[in-house]
């Protein structure tokens, strides 16, 4: 295909016949690779089709802003871009509206061209993704003795600007290289609905790009003249210019540029509120003096695609209002953030049930009474009366998302035919836009759901300790990752406190945190010591697959002895925090090796601590920033924990502030953060009991006189009768050593026997004929937690009665 340019004063090009330019077609697939490459291309570029076909379209065409990445850089060797192109271009694909520009290329044999480009983004089945034409402007360009020059600029058009437009776009499938009519076919349309490629001169003509046609003498003739089939060696007529020719192009150039401006304005950020805004602000007031958007609440929630089309019922949202008039003017007739559903006969109903746009030239004050007279406790009289109305839909994939209200005053134009197509083009600009950030809302969404699900609820408050907890996510797309915390209550008034972190980020990784933390929730309720746990983790992490690794860090702490059992795969040490002089330190622990390595083994370390000292367990995220030593984040760490604070709370977001200033960190941040309270001695009761069934009414004398002592009254019989069968059964199963009987005052009554039978207490179906077997039945029924734990010596089964909520002393953090 050739460009059509006028033959008159134009100096011939070296391989064009007079009056013509060879114009190249390129069509890129999704992985930027070229997939068509005309003859055209080949002469303008000098690289023959079969040595292009499958390359990187980047290193051939010189449109590297439609190719790349925004603030990619330009790679070596890459063309020299200027004036109107889209530097700031999405990926292949990911617009909706063409760009066009100039670029500087160097060419060994013919010097530097001046090449124009057009590029279309594509969407449908196929595999094509990008079309882009172009064509050298040295023989387009009016060069005379005189030094007479002009500046050509390559832009768009409505194809129906031009008379003859059937005819033109019946043409334009020829441009397309190698393709089949239904391939042509397809992306022609898109071609056509994008906007016709036309060349623009500085002295305001405009020329359609036109396969094989000859195209007459710019002088005298504008857009509407059109194309004339003169042929290349007739000679175009001399016309006057007509004023209202000019007028009408002076306003469609308005348009596009308008157009263009906004377009350049809106989808700066994925975020759906912020979109909303830079759409409707971007309308006032050069295209109208009132905008205002409505979306569905479904969209603007977040959630998934809209179910069916909308009606009477549909629930829209006025996310936001830009207009001219004295700031507040329309707070209250119109307020940004109200819910509401429209009536059936009013344009806006018709609008979004239609999803086409409606105008109203001018608001009579007949039609102003109607319109507000289907809306209840509202008066939209002053508002629109005698203005010009456009309503304009925002769709994508012919669903309409919402709509924008858009009003001129008195005294403007009204809004045209033209106005109708320049508003339902910035809509549908919009559209798409919207729909991006209304799929990454939703995307958003689900990963914070899914995280939120797998991150435990912790107790703040468990015996002889507080917990306080943070996890930000990271600042990745989807947001998700594989860092989790936990705390597992364990018999004996103990607590476990997990932290972990699957490598990798991701649904993967998070799908992984939530296999490994169920794990190590099973295996801890099972009384694995801290090494033995994480050797069995890691076993499970490598049945898993090879992809499984984790850092991981698990203590257990008795309240009662004041001591902290430790292992660690691979993790950061953990921060202790000593309450007696504040000091901070990292506990020197054995590191182990992440688990699902495989081979490593893990050691147990005992860590003596006092009431009130705080443990600080946190991920990476928190303490690594990428080109500094990790041991800097760690000095930061030890540094902010040791504060003082008033809660735990402000304790934990003390660290968050002091290593996440900005809140920019890429990477997720689990924290938990453990006050070691510790058990008095005098809320601690120890018996032995002798293997004697004398022995069961001597443990019932003590729980009785224990538990007036301590001003328990109300728990008396209750805690009487299920020691009582406790007791009873440890007599009854128990083999050489003693029965131990300890009963324990926190926020709760806890009671344990122990004894020497390793077989754990099972609960057991009983009738009305059975003589026993119901003493866990009754243990069951009267507790409010109650189970059995192995021990190195046997067995305990314990139980819980809950106590009146004490008031609990308020101290610091240190």
Same mark, same amino acid.
């Given at each position: 295909?050739?460009?059509?340019?006028?033959?008159?004063?134009?100096?011939?090009?070296?391989?064009?016949?007079?009056?013509?330019?060879?114009?190249?077609?390129?069509?890129?697939?999704?992985?930027?690779?070229?997939?068509?490459?005309?003859?055209?291309?080949?002469?303008?570029?000098?690289?023959?089709?079969?040595?292009?076909?499958?390359?990187?379209?980047?290193?051939?065409?010189?449109?590297?802003?439609?190719?790349?990445?925004?603030?990619?850089?330009?790679?070596?060797?890459?063309?020299?871009?200027?004036?109107?192109?889209?530097?700031?271009?999405?990926?292949?694909?990911?617009?909706?509206?063409?760009?066009?520009?100039?670029?500087?290329?160097?060419?060994?044999?013919?010097?530097?061209?001046?090449?124009?480009?057009?590029?279309?983004?594509?969407?449908?089945?196929?595999?094509?993704?990008?079309?882009?034409?172009?064509?050298?402007?040295?023989?387009?360009?009016?060069?005379?003795?005189?030094?007479?020059?002009?500046?050509?600029?390559?832009?768009?058009?409505?194809?129906?600007?031009?008379?003859?437009?059937?005819?033109?776009?019946?043409?334009?499938?020829?441009?397309?290289?190698?393709?089949?009519?239904?391939?042509?076919?397809?992306?022609?349309?898109?071609?056509?609905?994008?906007?016709?490629?036309?060349?623009?001169?500085?002295?305001?003509?405009?020329?359609?790009?036109?396969?094989?046609?000859?195209?007459?003498?710019?002088?005298?003739?504008?857009?509407?003249?059109?194309?004339?089939?003169?042929?290349?060696?007739?000679?175009?007529?001399?016309?006057?210019?007509?004023?209202?020719?000019?007028?009408?192009?002076?306003?469609?150039?308005?348009?596009?540029?308008?157009?263009?401006?906004?377009?350049?304005?809106?989808?700066?950020?994925?975020?759906?509120?912020?979109?909303?805004?830079?759409?409707?602000?971007?309308?006032?007031?050069?295209?109208?003096?009132?905008?205002?958007?409505?979306?569905?609440?479904?969209?603007?929630?977040?959630?998934?695609?809209?179910?069916?089309?909308?009606?009477?019922?549909?629930?829209?949202?006025?996310?936001?209002?830009?207009?001219?008039?004295?700031?507040?003017?329309?707070?209250?007739?119109?307020?940004?953030?109200?819910?509401?559903?429209?009536?059936?006969?009013?344009?806006?109903?018709?609008?979004?049930?239609?999803?086409?746009?409606?105008?109203?030239?001018?608001?009579?004050?007949?039609?102003?009474?109607?319109?507000?007279?289907?809306?209840?406790?509202?008066?939209?009289?002053?508002?629109?009366?005698?203005?010009?109305?456009?309503?304009?839909?925002?769709?994508?994939?012919?669903?309409?998302?919402?709509?924008?209200?858009?009003?001129?005053?008195?005294?403007?134009?009204?809004?045209?035919?033209?106005?109708?197509?320049?508003?339902?083009?910035?809509?549908?600009?919009?559209?798409?836009?919207?729909?991006?950030?209304?799929?990454?809302?939703?995307?958003?969404?689900?990963?914070?759901?899914?995280?939120?699900?797998?991150?435990?609820?912790?107790?703040?408050?468990?015996?002889?300790?507080?917990?306080?907890?943070?996890?930000?996510?990271?600042?990745?797309?989807?947001?998700?990752?594989?860092?989790?915390?936990?705390?597992?209550?364990?018999?004996?008034?103990?607590?476990?406190?997990?932290?972990?972190?699957?490598?990798?980020?991701?649904?993967?990784?998070?799908?992984?945190?939530?296999?490994?933390?169920?794990?190590?929730?099973?295996?801890?309720?099972?009384?694995?010591?801290?090494?033995?746990?994480?050797?069995?983790?890691?076993?499970?992490?490598?049945?898993?697959?090879?992809?499984?690794?984790?850092?991981?860090?698990?203590?257990?702490?008795?309240?009662?002895?004041?001591?902290?059992?430790?292992?660690?795969?691979?993790?950061?040490?953990?921060? !202790? #925090? %000593?309450?007696?002089?504040?000091?901070? +330190? *990292?506990? $020197?622990?054995?590191?182990? /090796?992440?688990?699902? &390595?495989?081979?490593?083994?893990?050691?147990?370390?005992?860590?003596?601590?006092?009431?009130?000292?705080?443990?600080?367990?946190?991920?990476?995220?928190?303490?690594?920033?990428?080109?500094?030593?990790?041991?800097?984040?760690?000095?930061?760490?030890?540094?902010?924990?040791?504060?003082?604070?008033?809660?735990?709370?402000?304790?934990?977001?003390?660290?968050?502030?002091?290593?996440?200033?900005?809140?920019?960190?890429?990477?997720?941040?689990?924290?938990?953060?453990?006050?070691?309270?510790?058990?008095?001695?005098?809320?601690?009761?120890?018996?032995?009991?002798?293997?004697?069934?004398?022995?069961?009414?001597?443990?019932?004398? !003590? #729980? %009785?006189?224990?538990?007036?002592?301590? +001003? *328990?009254? $109300?728990?008396?019989?209750? /805690?009487?009768?299920? &020691?009582?069968?406790?007791?009873?059964?440890?007599?009854?199963?128990?083999?050489?050593?003693?029965?131990?009987?300890?009963?324990?005052?926190?926020?709760?009554?806890?009671?344990?026997?122990?004894?020497?039978?390793?077989?754990?207490?099972?609960?057991?179906?009983?009738?009305?004929?059975?003589?026993?077997?119901?003493?866990?039945?009754?243990?069951?029924?009267?507790?409010?937690?109650?189970?059995?734990?192995?021990?190195?010596?046997?067995?305990?089964?314990?139980?819980?009665?809950?106590?009146?909520?004490?008031?609990?002393?308020?101290?610091?953090?240190?």
């Amino acid at each position: 295909m050739d460009l059509g340019v006028p033959p008159q004063r134009t100096p011939q090009p070296r391989d064009a016949a007079a009056g013509r330019v060879p114009l190249a077609v390129v069509v890129v697939d999704a992985d930027g690779r070229v997939s068509h490459w005309s003859a055209g291309a080949r002469r303008l570029f000098g690289v023959a089709r079969e040595d292009a076909v499958g390359c990187q379209a980047g290193e051939l065409l010189p449109v590297s802003g439609a190719l790349r990445q925004r603030g990619d850089p330009l790679p070596d060797g890459a063309y020299e871009e200027f004036g109107p192109g889209p530097d700031s271009s999405p990926p292949i694909g990911t617009v909706g509206y063409p760009t066009a520009g100039r670029a500087r290329v160097d060419d060994a044999g013919r010097g530097r061209l001046d090449v124009l480009w057009w590029a279309y983004p594509l969407v449908g089945p196929g595999p094509e993704r990008l079309l882009v034409l172009a064509a050298d402007s040295g023989p387009l360009r009016r060069g005379g003795t005189d030094g007479d020059t002009e500046t050509i600029a390559p832009g768009f058009a409505l194809h129906t600007d031009f008379p003859g437009y059937r005819e033109l776009s019946g043409r334009l499938p020829e441009i397309l290289p190698s393709m089949s009519v239904r391939e042509a076919t397809r992306i022609v349309s898109q071609v056509l609905e994008l906007g016709y490629p036309v060349l623009e001169f500085s002295h305001r003509d405009r020329i359609p790009v036109t396969p094989d046609w000859g195209v007459p003498r710019r002088t005298g003739h504008r857009a509407a003249d059109g194309p004339r089939h003169t042929g290349p060696e007739a000679p175009a007529p001399h016309t006057a210019p007509r004023p209202e020719l000019d007028l009408e192009y002076a306003a469609v150039r308005e348009r596009l540029e308008f157009l263009n401006e906004v377009s350049g304005r809106i989808g700066t950020s994925l975020d759906l509120e912020r979109t909303i805004r830079e759409v409707t602000s971007a309308a006032v007031p050069r295209f109208t003096d009132f905008a205002g958007t409505h979306l569905r609440a479904a969209v603007l929630a977040g959630e998934g695609f809209p179910d069916g089309p909308p009606d009477v019922t549909t629930v829209w949202h006025r996310v936001w209002v830009e207009h001219n008039d004295e700031p507040g003017r329309w707070d209250d007739t119109v307020p940004v953030g109200e819910s509401i559903a429209f009536p059936e006969h009013t344009p806006f109903f018709q609008c979004m049930v239609t999803g086409e746009p409606v105008i109203v030239p001018h608001v009579s004050e007949e039609l102003s009474n109607r319109i507000s007279g289907e809306f209840e406790k509202r008066d939209l009289r002053p508002l629109i009366t005698h203005r010009s109305l456009l309503i304009v839909p925002l769709k994508a994939r012919d669903v309409v998302l919402g709509f924008m209200v858009l009003m001129r005053r008195p005294g403007r134009e009204p809004f045209d035919d033209m106005d109708r197509t320049t508003g339902a083009e910035l809509a549908a600009r919009a559209g798409l836009v919207l729909d991006n950030a209304r799929m990454y809302t939703y995307q958003e969404n689900v990963a914070e759901t899914l995280q939120d699900s797998m991150l435990p609820q912790i107790e703040p408050r468990m015996a002889g300790c507080d917990i306080a907890t943070r996890y930000l996510p990271g600042a990745r797309l989807g947001r998700v990752g594989g860092d989790w915390f936990d705390s597992v209550k364990l018999p004996g008034s103990r607590t476990a406190l997990v932290v972990g972190d699957v490598m990798g980020h991701g649904l993967n990784s998070a799908a992984m945190m939530g296999q490994l933390r169920t794990a190590v929730l099973t295996m801890a309720t099972m009384e694995m010591p801290p090494a033995r746990l994480l050797r069995n983790l890691d076993d499970l992490a490598q049945r898993l697959g090879e992809q499984y690794l984790a850092t991981c860090l698990y203590a257990v702490y008795d309240p009662i002895r004041s001591e902290l059992q430790i292992a660690n795969a691979g993790h950061i040490p953990p921060v !202790l #925090v %000593r309450a007696e002089d504040g000091r901070a +330190e *990292l506990l $020197d622990l054995p590191t182990g /090796a992440p688990v699902g &390595v495989g081979g490593v083994a893990f050691e147990t370390a005992t860590v003596k601590v006092r009431p009130g000292d705080r443990l600080v367990l946190c991920t990476d995220g928190l303490v690594e920033v990428r080109g500094q030593d990790i041991g800097a984040g760690l000095a930061a760490l030890c540094a902010s924990a040791a504060h003082p604070a008033a809660s735990m709370d402000d304790a934990c977001d003390t660290i968050i502030r002091a290593l996440n200033p900005s809140g920019g960190r890429k990477d997720d941040v689990a924290l938990l953060m453990a006050r070691l309270n510790g058990i008095p001695d005098g809320d601690v009761a120890e018996w032995q009991l002798a293997l004697d069934p004398r022995e069961v009414s001597r443990a019932r004398r !003590l #729980v %009785r006189g224990r538990l007036l002592d301590w +001003e *328990l009254p $109300d728990a008396v019989e209750a /805690a009487e009768l299920m &020691v009582s069968e406790l007791v009873t059964n440890a007599v009854k199963h128990g083999r050489t050593r003693h029965i131990g009987l300890r009963l324990v005052r926190t926020g709760a009554l806890l009671c344990e026997v122990s004894d020497d039978e390793p077989a754990p207490a099972t609960l057991l179906g009983t009738t009305a004929q059975d003589e026993s077997g119901r003493g866990l039945v009754v243990v069951s029924g009267l507790a409010r937690e109650w189970g059995t734990s192995a021990t190195a010596h046997g067995k305990t089964v314990w139980f819980e009665l809950a106590l009146p909520r004490l008031p609990h002393p308020r101290s610091n953090a240190r």
